[in-house]
């Protein structure tokens, strides 16, 4: 059982400090932004990364939005799919969808921040991050890249991920909409909302989402159920309260947990067809949760407004698994993989509640804003434990890859569970602090901190009841600081500079048996924004230098610690250097464009590159354009993605270093309104056909997606 949890660590990163995000502004932006056309544009929306509600061009940080209108156009149904059209995240994924082999990394670390309406979610307990979540509660994806200590407190340098939850609006609005595609995917969605009542003081809005689909490799099979409900009422003047509930049920079957091998035993590489699935046909991925919200604000005056937010999420996993790994087979006879099986299950929780008072004064003339918070929230791993590879016999088998792949055909071994139970406990609590001052017109500075309370603690149950707790971290008061400047040279462009931290409690434990100091993570960033077309058009340029210190390195095979685990050692100096140009808007009448070119690279202390399994340069583009006169009822655009070459370094079985070259994939759509509330959307991926690999592991990876075909019949009121 302790690999579970040392593969487990080794991805995970804690990223769970509550901040506040519904404010007064924003609030009220997204009811408005419910009542707007559907093909209105965002580009410099106001987004949280500094705890102030700060339009792009505002923020001293690299961000991203990929509002409704792109999800809806390029047919993006999970944040997955989102993922991979960000500039500056790379992904690298390397086993099926619901696994822990789908991973991405932003300026060369690993990106594990996930946040609801501002509630982070825990990386450090498997389970709780949102990778397999339906779009049909979102709004937008709002991604800032580069230490996020004012979102999270925790986590690694490299960016943060906040979903915004749909709102209702005044006006009634409803939709539905039919997709049909490749490999039997069938989706039907809808969503409705607007006032209850005549004076609109009371509005809700409902969404969900039923899809299932076969993918590209054999036997796989994906479900996926998502319901969304909100209602908000006006309370009196300047007092609002909203609540809601939000359900997700993702399922992948007879998934692999791994890809296939890159090697014969010869050293020779292999090339098996994009549909080989190393995954038996008994796996089982499952993901549920149910996430129960509620505000409530109130507006003193027209510019200071207090909010307190509570959340109440209750899930589980239960992931069934066999899958064949293997470095190298014979290239004649298909022995040498090796068949392994487990079952790993859990019940999680996740209670949190802020506070947020934030507003604004006048002072040398100018405006000036302030923002406090204060936030506690708990996290509740209990686990069942079940046997696994780790016991030897039918549970770490050899196959025969050939015959394997062709049915994933393989007696299932007893995965029972073996009594008792085990888990953790993480509370957490922090205090912030943020303002932006304006000395003179053209300059804003923004300062601000997070103090940070953490408790994590594990325990053994066994079968006949008796718990026992064990302490593992305890971090009190550790201060994450904040400081940017924004200089607007005029109305149109604005230079930037800003420093944000974070810092990770570590599990790792040293020969001595002593537990890692805290990860610590810095950025440095410079860059230039600028704003176009009366706004409908913005752009940006960064330079960023992020640090390091006390990375968990593992002191070699063979050495542990006194509780048997892995011994580590603290290494200080892990840095990333790039950077990264983009644009997002409107270029002309109907044409709009988002994407830009990004650069990280990411070495340890004495200048060695790591992850070179992630290309070091990325380019993403996407656009639309709406046809006039006569057809303005088409919209035709695509997407490129392109990235340069990775290599797996000694992955063969003679030492061979894999290189996949840059690649570039292709997708095409189209988009043609019948009526004014009628459209069919079609879409073609990878147009092409390339073939490449999605994600290298140690001796294996996975295909990409090859061409594929989707089409969304849509209507609205």
């Known amino acids: 059982m302790r690999l579970r949890h040392t593969i487990r660590a080794r991805y995970s990163v804690p990223s769970m400090l509550v ?46 939005v990929i509002d409704s209108l792109r999800m809806q156009e390029q047919g993006l149904n999970d944040i997955s799919e989102v993922m991979e059209q960000v500039v500056g995240i790379q992904s690298n994924r390397s086993s099926a969808l619901g696994t822990d082999g789908t991973n991405y990394t932003a300026r060369g670390f690993a990106v594990q921040n996930y946040l609801v309406d501002g509630i982070a979610r825990p990386t450090n307990i498997y389970g709780f991050t949102e990778d397999t979540a339906d779009l049909i509660a979102y709004e937008r994806i709002e991604v800032i890249r580069g230490s996020a200590g004012m979102m999270t407190g925790t986590g690694q340098p490299s960016a943060a991920i906040n979903m915004i939850r749909k709102r209702p609006g005044t006006a009634t609005r409803a939709s539905a909409a039919v997709t049909a595609g490749s490999w039997d995917m069938y989706r039907v969605e809808g969503d409705l909302g607007g006032a209850l009542t005549a004076d609109g003081h009371i509005r809700a809005r409902v969404s969900g989402a039923l899809q299932e689909n076969d993918t590209f490799i054999d036997r796989e099979h994906v479900k996926r159920r998502a319901l969304y409900g909100v209602i908000e009422a006006d309370l009196g003047p300047g007092t609002l309260l ?39 046909d008994w796996s089982d991925f499952s993901r ?26 209750s899930g589980s996993y239960d992931e069934t698994i066999g899958y064949v790994f293997a470095s190298a087979i014979d290239k004649e006879t298909g022995l040498g993989g090796t068949l392994y099986s487990t079952r790993w299950a859990s019940d999680l929780t996740l209670d949190a509640i802020y506070a947020n008072l934030r507003g604004s004064f006048e002072a040398l003339g100018q405006e000036q804003h302030i923002a406090l918070t204060l936030s506690h929230a708990r996290f509740d791993d209990d686990q069942t434990p079940y046997p696994g590879w780790w016991y030897g016999g039918d549970y770490m088998k050899s196959v025969n890859a050939f015959e394997f792949f062709k049915t994933g055909s393989t007696p299932k071994p007893d995965l029972m569970a073996t009594g008792g139970y085990s888990g953790n406990r993480i509370e957490t609590s922090a205090a912030a602090g943020v303002a932006r001052l304006k000395p003179i017109a053209p300059l804003s500075v923004i300062a601000g ?21 064990t302490p593992e971290i305890r971090e009190k008061a550790v201060f994450t600081p904040y400081a940017g400047l924004v200089l607007d040279f005029n109305k149109t462009i604005s230079a930037y500079a800003s420093y944000a931290s974070v810092f990770e409690p570590q599990t790792q434990r040293t020969i001595a048996g002593d537990m890692l100091p ?39 095979p063979g050495i542990f610690a006194p509780d048997g685990s892995s011994a580590y050692h603290a290494v200080s100096g892990m840095k990333s250097t790039g950077f990264e140009v983009e644009v997002n808007g409107e270029i002309l009448p109907g044409w709009r464009v988002a994407g830009g070119f990004a650069r990280a690279k990411a070495e340890d202390r004495d200048g060695l590159r790591q992850l070179p399994q992630i290309a070091k340069d990325s380019f993403k583009m996407f656009t639309a354009y709406r046809l006039p006169g006569k057809l303005d009822g088409m919209t035709v655009g695509g997407n490129l993605r392109w990235q340069g070459k990775t290599t797996a370094d000694g992955v063969g079985p003679n030492g061979e270093i894999y290189t996949q070259g840059s690649l570039a994939i292709v997708d095409l759509l189209a988009n043609y309104r019948f009526y004014e509330r009628l459209s069919l959307g079609v879409h073609i991926d990878n147009i092409f056909d390339k073939t490449y690999y999605s994600g290298l592991f140690i001796g294996s990876a996975r295909y990409g997606m090859p061409r594929s075909f989707t089409a969304t019949l849509r209507g609205t009121l």
């Open 288 to 313: 549920k949760s149910v996430n129960i919200f509620a505000s409530l604000a109130h507006d003193f005056s027209p510019t200071w407004r207090l909010q307190i937010d509570a959340e109440h999420k």
């Open 19 to 64: 901040i506040a995000l519904l404010t007064a502004t924003s609030a009220s932006a997204e009811t408005a932004e419910a009542d707007t056309d559907q093909d209105a544009i965002v580009v410099t929306g106001e987004t949280e990364a500094t705890g102030l509600s700060l339009s792009s061009r505002e923020t001293p940080q690299s961000v991203t």
């Open 518 to 556: 805290p990860l610590e993570g810095n950025t440095y960033e410079v860059g230039l924004k600028a704003d176009f077309v009366d706004g409908r058009l913005s752009a940006s340029a960064a330079l960023f230098r992020m640090k390091q210190d006390n990375y968990a390195l593992a002191d070699g």
């Open 242 to 280: 909203t609540a809601g509930v939000e359900y997700q049920n993702f399922r992948n079957k007879a998934a692999s947990r791994g890809g296939v091998p890159l090697y014969f035993t010869d050293g020779t590489e292999t090339h098996f067809a994009r549909s080989t699935n190393g995954g038996a």
């Open 449 to 469: 901190g997070r103090i940070t309370w953490w408790k994590q603690d594990s325990y053994s149950e066994d079968t006949s009841g008796v718990r026992t707790w």
